[in-house]
């Protein structure tokens, strides 16, 4: 069947993607897993914190904000954000909360947010309120939602080869081929050797895992209320999470190939061994492991628009860990540039953004 866009990935680069470009032409998304979101996008921390990232990444976040307040009844609910360091972090904290608008506090104040931290091993805390939890399955589906409006989504669909030709592009999957006049490159960790299939030449995408320890909420306690807990330099963080509580060691280690991520038992031991001073309540059991590639580009910015060697392949790939937070902007400022639109980016952000900053042809 013929269609105007086919989108390669199903995670929430490929949802927004394809739900803003439905809005010009009909879309097919394919997806390898028999579930939207699988990877990557399954398996995020799932806060918005406008000021956490890149600069370029910080300015998609900003430009998101008022969709994700607003799109079918809004993603966003309440989390909050704390930040604690000990005397040994204190330079890094600093820098920390001044880039992230997050304000310090006194610990007493810090225990009333979360009541086990730890006073005799913390030295200084920050807190702000200006972060939100993202009901991720629920963006996810409404994108899904709005292609198949005006296409359709595929699960199950592993691509196995994609052709060139001189109307644009055609795709095989197991069990057909499909035609659209353009490609759109939203693989995650996988869209390096999607471009390769295509002919196009990769980014040079490194995908990064990132461990995720799930144990029983501290001492019993509601933790339902409670911020998302970060170390300074990012050397670990914790999160409620269903009524359980959620540890990381935050590390980018680089994988060989992407793959189905799983934990590293060791670096989750590492990360709980950093996190385990700042709290009074002893982690005595972990309950589940999971991991996720965070696939960023050569200088950690994402791809968005066209590839210079070829108008038709669009690129919406390196979201580093960072998709849902800039998936509204990304999306639309991918669809500015395929409609000719100027985008509401400014301009240097764009450029920032685009495949052609590698110098590749």
Not at 51 to 57: A, D, F, R, V
Not at 282 to 291: H, K, L, M
Not at 303 to 310: A, E, K, N, Y
Request: with cysteine.
């Amino acid at each position: 069947m013929d269609y105007d866009f086919l989108v390669i990935g199903g995670g929430i680069a490929g949802t927004s993607a394809g739900a803003r470009l439905a809005a010009l032409g009909s879309v097919c998304l394919l997806e390898r897993e028999d579930a939207l979101a699988y990877h990557a996008s399954g398996r995020s921390a799932a806060l918005f914190e406008a000021n956490y990232g890149h600069p370029i990444t910080v300015a998609l976040n900003i430009a998101s904000h008022a969709d994700h307040d607003s799109i079918d009844g809004g993603f966003l609910s309440p989390r909050g954000l704390m930040m604690v360091a000990n005397d040994e972090e204190a330079a890094s904290f600093g820098a920390d909360i001044a880039k992230m608008g997050l304000h310090e506090v006194s610990l007493a104040e810090a225990q009333t947010h979360i009541p086990i931290l730890n006073d005799t091993h913390i030295a200084r805390a920050a807190y702000h309120a200006e972060a939100w939890d993202i009901d991720t399955d629920r963006m996810v589906q409404v994108f899904a939602k709005q292609i198949r409006a005006n296409g359709a989504v595929k699960t199950g669909a592993t691509v196995t080869a994609i052709t060139r030709t001189e109307t644009g592009w055609e795709v095989t999957t197991q069990g057909e081929t499909l035609t659209a006049r353009m490609l759109v490159n939203t693989a995650g960790a996988w869209a390096d050797p999607i471009a390769t299939m295509a002919g196009i030449k990769p980014l040079g995408l490194t995908p990064l895992r990132r461990s995720m320890a799930r144990m029983p909420a501290p001492g019993g306690h509601d933790v339902s209320g409670w911020p998302m807990l970060i170390g300074a330099n990012e050397s670990w963080y914790a999160k409620p999470d269903a009524g359980a509580w959620l540890v990381s060691p935050a590390e980018e280690d680089p994988v060989d190939a992407p793959h189905d991520a799983y934990a590293d038992d060791m670096r989750l031991a590492e990360g709980i061994a950093r996190y385990q001073p700042f709290v009074t309540e002893e982690v005595t059991r972990v309950t589940s492991t999971w991991a996720g590639l965070r696939t960023f580009a050569p200088d950690r910015c994402l791809v968005i628009g066209p590839d210079p060697s070829d108008d038709t392949f669009l690129w919406s790939a390196g979201q580093g860990g960072y998709g849902f937070q800039t998936a509204p902007a990304a999306s639309q400022l991918l669809a500015n540039l395929v409609a000719g639109r100027t985008p509401a980016l400014e301009a240097d952000v764009v450029a920032a953004l685009a495949p052609g900053r590698f110098g590749r042809s």
